[in-house]
């Protein structure tokens, strides 16, 4: 487990103002989610004066948003996703009891924090490797395509990516093919692989993989980098933390929970 705090110390706001600030920014009503966006559960009034961010509203960083003495919990995997079971039980009811005896606030944004152009998820994970931005692709435009700076062997893009991500890529499919164009979409984008192919890419990376897979990426001629979904999903949480603090003057500190996936 690790800590990063973004700080401005003297800044104290209504969970509402916040809201209203981010939602500003990621504009969450434009998309068709797979959980609700925003305030997913109520705090007990109190002014907001430090904010826990994590990459997963998981009982662990919950628990370290408590010990950390944080007034609410930012996240982008947040509850309450489609077809989950309804009933607070096991795992579920530790999760909101832990909350709500501490009297956090719980916020998630998912789609709209993978989606921002200037500080979600793909965007800061494509500048972090070095990409030039091309364009969009698949569903929503949730996809990217860009450019290396130079034609690269599909070793040195590994290499890139672990020094970035701080772990190795699995990947699947050539091992010969000069890598020039890429498309990525961070997450469990794995099943974008073939429009990734129609786009002309040279490499195609997101987080996840299945074994279907590898089939895919050997049919279609195009190496697929599985980054690891937790891994390409760590950018945009604390940007939007850097982004509260900046504009509020409140304590944010990101809480990191190991994730090999």
Same mark, same amino acid.
Request: glycine content about 10%; charged content about 20%.
């Given at each position: 487990?690790r800590?990063s $705090?973004?700080?401005?110390?003297?800044?104290?706001?209504?969970i509402?103002?916040?809201?209203?600030y981010?939602? %500003?920014l990621?504009?969450?009503?434009e998309y068709? =989610?797979?959980?609700?966006?925003?305030?997913?559960?109520?705090? &007990?009034?109190r002014e907001?004066?430090k904010?826990?961010l994590?990459?997963?509203a998981s009982?662990? *960083?919950? /628990?370290?948003?408590?010990?950390i003495?944080?007034d609410a919990?930012f996240?982008?995997?947040?509850w309450?996703w489609?077809? =989950?079971d309804?009933r607070?039980?096991?795992?579920?009811?530790a #999760?909101?009891? @832990?909350? +709500?005896n501490?009297?956090?606030?719980?916020v998630?944004y998912?789609l !709209?924090?993978d &989606?921002? !152009?200037e500080f979600?998820?793909? *965007? +800061?994970?494509?500048n972090?490797?070095?990409?030039?931005?091309?364009?969009?692709?698949?569903?929503?435009?949730l996809?990217w395509t860009?450019l290396?700076? /130079?034609?690269?062997?599909?070793q040195?893009?590994?290499?890139?990516?672990?020094?970035?991500?701080?772990r190795? !890529?699995?990947?699947?499919?050539?091992t010969?093919? !000069?890598?020039?164009r890429?498309?990525?979409? @961070?997450g469990?984008?794995? &099943?974008?692989l073939?429009?990734?192919?129609?786009?002309g890419? =040279?490499?195609?990376?997101s987080g996840?993989? %299945?074994?279907?897979?590898?089939?895919?990426?050997?049919?279609t001629?195009?190496?697929y980098?599985?980054?690891?979904?937790? $891994? @390409?999903e760590?950018?945009?949480?604390?940007a939007l933390? #850097? /982004?509260? @603090?900046?504009?509020?003057?409140i304590?944010?500190?990101?809480i990191?929970?190991?994730?090999?996936?």
């Open positions: 487990m800590e $705090a973004f700080v401005r110390q003297g800044g104290a706001m209504q509402s103002q916040i809201l209203s981010t939602d %500003s990621l504009h969450p009503n068709k =989610d797979y959980a609700p966006n925003g305030l997913q559960v109520q705090g &007990d009034g907001i004066r904010i826990a994590a990459v997963t009982l662990a *960083a919950e /628990k370290e948003a408590v010990r003495g944080a919990l996240v982008h995997h947040g309450f489609k077809h =989950d309804a607070i039980v096991g795992i579920r009811h #999760r909101i009891a @832990t909350l +709500l501490a009297g956090l606030a719980l998630a998912h !709209p924090l &989606d921002h !152009p979600g998820n793909n *965007a +800061l994970f494509g972090a490797l070095g990409f030039t931005t091309t364009g969009r692709f698949g569903q929503d435009n996809g860009g290396t700076e /130079k034609e690269l062997s599909l040195t893009l590994t290499e890139t990516i672990t020094r970035v991500l701080g190795q !890529p699995l990947v699947v499919g050539p010969t093919r !000069p890598i020039r890429v498309a990525w979409c @961070t469990a984008a794995q &099943d974008h073939e429009e990734a192919a129609e786009c890419a =040279d490499a195609y990376l996840e993989i %299945s074994e279907r897979t590898t089939h895919i990426a050997r049919e001629g195009i190496p980098f599985a980054c690891g979904h937790h $891994a @390409t760590r950018f945009g949480i604390q933390g #850097r /982004k509260i @603090t900046e504009q509020f003057g304590e944010t500190c990101y990191e929970i190991n994730n090999p996936v």
